[in-house]
């Protein structure tokens, strides 16, 4: 079994053998399928040799594809094994297998991979999906792979290359962040916290009401300039009880079936695409908290608060640079007011609290 020390390998070896794996997957199956999509004011071209794929990653990003005529500024390549026949390359196939054996060895808390992972080509393999993700920086090329698609779990579905596009997004001058967002074109308000604060709850109340949907788990901003951009279409209900509170959307469950650990999922550009917004500028950042009052208030918090609520939660989810992360959210929060959100009881009145902020 390979052992770390892999770092006396040139910085592109795996990408290019893993880049290698997908031309051959491409040879067995055919052409690969285009599908192009919008990330803020950049294009992002994947290339998938197998169906499978498609129908696992692509709804999640369904309402930001373009025309596949689109100069891309990033390309990524993605294949699975089970539906192309195509094999990891030795090297590789050890590597996976000795992370498998001992992932405290050869990965990060966050996944990254001990010896592979560079600041040209950072590498990941996410043991929960299986997940193999590597970005080459100088060329602005990525490589996906999972052995199996159809098994890949709810939440890669959901927020699907969203370590991938992390590291380019940073390269472009964005920032990925855990949090939700609602608002308008004219403005709207991040939502910040971990799961269970009410974000992803507040995010679907506001469907509806007046407000336009962004996220409820995952969206960027520009770096500099304080613009919110959508990542995902995707909307999550923390199982029966949530459902239960919110049952207009029991319909429109992806995975009725979930076991007790997962989430519902939900693809919102299927079924309320006139209720979504893909940006905005950022007027505020919401810290949201479940009280048991009557009736949901805001209060003024310190930058400081709101980051406390932003990065933790965002720098656990996403592999690369804690300090550039940092700095980008410590700035959006000293350039706009931040309050905690004190949902009542049922919340619905949420939305209003909301609009009334963002009022003129």
Same mark, same amino acid.
């Given at each position: 079994m390979?052992?770390?020390?892999?770092?006396?390998?040139?910085?592109?070896a795996?990408?290019?053998?893993?880049l #290698?794996?997908?031309?051959?997957?491409a040879?067995?199956t055919?052409?690969?399928?285009?599908?192009?999509?919008?990330?803020?004011?950049?294009?992002?071209?994947?290339?998938f040799?197998?169906?499978?794929?498609?129908?696992?990653?692509?709804?999640?990003?369904?309402?930001?594809?373009?025309?596949d005529?689109h100069p891309?500024d990033l390309?990524?390549?993605?294949?699975d094994?089970?539906?192309?026949? *195509?094999?990891?390359?030795?090297?590789?196939?050890?590597?996976? *297998?000795?992370?498998?054996?001992?992932p405290?060895?050869?990965?990060?808390?966050?996944?990254?991979?001990?010896?592979?992972s560079? #600041?040209?080509?950072?590498?990941?393999?996410d043991?929960?999906s299986?997940?193999?993700s590597?970005y080459?920086?100088?060329?602005a090329?990525?490589?996906?792979?999972?052995?199996d698609?159809?098994?890949?779990?709810?939440?890669?579905?959901g927020a +699907?290359l969203r370590?991938?596009?992390?590291?380019?997004?940073?390269d472009v001058?964005?920032q990925?962040v855990?949090?939700?967002?609602?608002?308008?074109?004219d403005?709207?308000?991040?939502?910040?916290?971990?799961?269970?604060?009410?974000k992803?709850?507040t995010?679907l109340r506001?469907i509806?009401?007046?407000?336009?949907?962004?996220?409820d788990?995952?969206?960027?901003f520009?770096?500099?300039?304080g613009?919110?951009?959508?990542?995902?279409n995707? #909307?999550?209900?923390?199982?029966?009880a949530?459902?239960?509170? $919110?049952?207009?959307f029991?319909?429109?469950v992806?995975?009725?079936d979930?076991?007790?650990h *997962?989430?519902?999922?939900?693809?919102?550009?299927?079924?309320f695409?006139?209720?979504?917004?893909?940006?905005?500028?950022?007027?505020a950042?919401?810290? +949201?908290h479940?009280?048991?009052?009557?009736a949901?208030?805001i209060?003024?918090?310190?930058?400081g608060?709101?980051l406390?609520?932003?990065?933790?939660?965002?720098?656990? $989810?996403r592999?690369?640079?804690?300090?550039?992360a940092? $700095?980008?959210?410590? *700035?959006?929060?000293?350039s706009?007011?931040?309050?905690?959100l004190?949902?009542?009881?049922d919340?619905?009145?949420a939305?209003d609290?909301?609009?009334?902020?963002l009022?003129?």
């Open positions: 390979l052992q770390p020390g892999a770092e006396r390998l040139e910085p592109t795996c990408f290019d053998l893993m #290698a794996g997908f031309e051959r997957a040879k067995r055919g052409p690969p399928t285009e599908h192009c999509y919008r990330f803020g004011t950049h294009t992002v071209r994947f290339l040799t197998a169906e499978p794929l498609v129908a696992a990653l692509t709804p999640a990003l369904a309402h930001l594809r373009v025309a005529e891309a390309t990524v390549h993605l294949w094994t089970r539906s192309t026949g *195509e094999p990891l390359s030795p090297f590789v196939g050890l590597l996976t *297998e000795g992370i498998a054996s001992d405290y060895q050869w990965l990060t808390a966050r996944h990254e991979i001990v010896g592979i560079n #600041a040209r080509v950072p590498a990941t393999l043991q929960w299986g997940a193999f590597l080459d920086r100088e060329s090329s990525g490589v996906y792979w999972v052995d698609a159809s098994a890949l779990p709810y939440f890669e579905r +699907p370590t991938l596009l992390s590291w380019w997004l940073s001058g964005y990925s855990h949090a939700a967002g609602v608002g308008d074109t403005g709207g308000v991040l939502l910040a916290g971990p799961g269970g604060s009410g992803s709850t995010a506001c509806g009401s007046g407000l336009r949907y962004l996220a788990d995952y969206c960027m520009s770096v500099g300039t613009q919110a951009f959508s990542m995902y995707t #909307a999550k209900l923390n199982g029966i949530d459902l239960h509170r $919110q049952p207009r029991a319909p429109l992806e995975n009725p979930a076991p007790d *997962e989430k519902f999922l939900m693809f919102l550009e299927r079924h695409a006139d209720e979504m917004v893909l940006s905005f500028p950022i007027r950042v919401l810290v +949201p479940v009280t048991h009052e009557n949901t208030t209060a003024e918090i310190s930058p608060e709101a406390a609520a932003l990065g933790p939660t965002t720098l656990l $989810q592999p690369g640079s804690a300090a550039s940092l $700095q980008a959210m410590g *700035e959006l929060v000293r706009v007011p931040c309050y905690e004190r949902l009542a009881t919340a619905s009145d939305p609290v909301i609009a009334g902020l009022a003129p």
